[in-house]
């Protein structure tokens, strides 16, 4: 049973590695964007300015060229850190790499390949049955 929770807990540490929000800079306001890593106030302000200014962004291309000190590389660090233009990541920005604590806890004892990520609810709820049928 011991080894069933901790196999959910860090199942659950893995995945929280992934649960950053997604902020949509067409809908967000600034607090949600300076909560994204890489924009802060002045940034957010730029981009809520352009945003009022000249209407939404049609894609990354838009905003690239309409607010000053985003540009390629930028607009694939900040895809990275979560900011979708229309509910869309930057094409070509890569998977955010899982945390390397994690990946190793998750990958224990063949943990991965017996249960998948989205099952951590499962298995604490498993332990919690195992230790109801066990009294």
């Known amino acids: 049973m011991f080894k069933k ?4 807990v860090a199942t659950l540490i893995a995945t929280m590695s992934f649960a950053f929000a997604q902020v949509d800079v067409n809908k967000a306001d600034a607090a949600a964007l300076d909560s994204v890593k890489g924009i802060g106030p002045a940034k ?14 049609k894609d990354w291309a838009d905003l690239e060229k309409r607010v000053k000190g985003i540009g390629e ?14 509910g869309k990541s930057k094409e070509g920005a890569p998977a955010k790499p899982m945390a390397a604590g994690a990946k190793s806890a998750s990958m224990s004892k063949g943990s991965a390949k017996t249960m ?20």
């Open 44 to 57: 957010s302000k730029a981009i809520i300015e352009e945003r009022t200014k000249g209407g939404e962004f």
């Open 5 to 8: 929770l901790l196999l959910a």
């Open 73 to 86: 590389k930028n607009s694939i660090k900040l895809s990275e850190a979560g900011l979708q233009v229309n």
């Open 116 to 135: 998948p990520a989205s099952g951590s609810a499962m298995a604490s709820g498993s332990a919690a049955a195992e230790t109801k049928a066990k009294k």
